[in-house]
């Protein structure tokens, strides 16, 4: 159990498009779900905490207008990574979590490469 | 001073060697420690899952927390080539289904056969 996948795997995008990238639970309710960068050779780095159905909590120096997160329901939720430039190429990973008592359940990570 | 210090590596070691991870941190509040997994181009993989001080074993590996040193290590016993990947160790100041996390850089494990 505590399954969570990410979709696409893999995007490769032309500067200034837009790029939507999913993170599902697919056996358990997520009431928060996390999204993180990681640069190559780097740890993991919080961008911003989503509670379903509030509004995200984003990390300090992640723009809230350029990666917009939606958390719609209790299995899903998105990161869209708008204007995309060349510097937001990374691996985008997501997590979930039950509750509180939970601990946070992993997606496959996307990587995205913007051109 | 970074709040978690972890060497990247890599680590080389033969197959059946004793395999030691550390991370130190800086950050009395942190309570819960977890040492994660990740495969290249893959997400990190939980695999211990720690409160107090002391040890935790499962299967061949032993979490080793020492919240008076701000030290935890990671012994993998019998390592095998499967075991080649980075090791990812994390830390939280609450439960970390609400909390975030801070993680360390990851040593990247080479096990040769």
């Known amino acids: 159990g505590a399954v969570v996948s990410q979709h696409p795997s893999r995007v490769i995008c032309k500067s200034g498009t837009s790029v939507k990238i999913e993170c599902r639970s697919l056996d358990f309710q997520a009431t928060t779900m996390f999204w993180y960068r990681q640069f190559p050779k780097q740890s993991l780095m919080l961008m911003a905490t989503?509670?379903?159905?509030?509004?995200?909590?984003?990390e300090q120096g992640v723009e809230k207008d350029k990666f917009l997160i939606n958390h719609a329901s209790l299995t899903l939720s998105t990161l869209t990574v708008t204007s995309a430039h060349p510097e937001d190429s990374s691996f985008y990973i997501c997590s979930a979590s039950r509750d509180r008592t939970d601990t946070q359940y992993f997606g496959p990570g996307t990587r995205l490469t913007v051109l | 001073q970074k709040e978690v210090e972890q060497d990247p590596g890599p680590l080389s070691v033969p197959e059946g060697a004793i395999v030691s991870l550390n991370c130190t941190y800086s950050?009395?509040?942190?309570?819960?420690f977890m040492w994660y997994r990740q495969y290249s181009r893959k997400g990190p993989e939980l695999l211990m899952y720690?409160?107090?001080?002391g040890n935790k074993e499962d299967g061949r590996f032993t979490a080793q927390v020492d919240k008076s040193s701000k030290y935890i290590s990671l012994f993998i016993r019998d390592s095998q080539p499967s075991d080649s990947a980075t090791y990812l160790c994390a830390m939280s100041a609450f439960d970390s289904g609400y909390s975030t996390l801070t993680f360390g850089k990851g040593t990247m494990l080479l096990v040769s056969p």
């Open positions: 720690t409160y107090s001080s």
């Open positions: 989503s509670n379903e159905g509030s509004k995200a909590t984003y």
């Open positions: 950050n009395s509040a942190f309570q819960y």
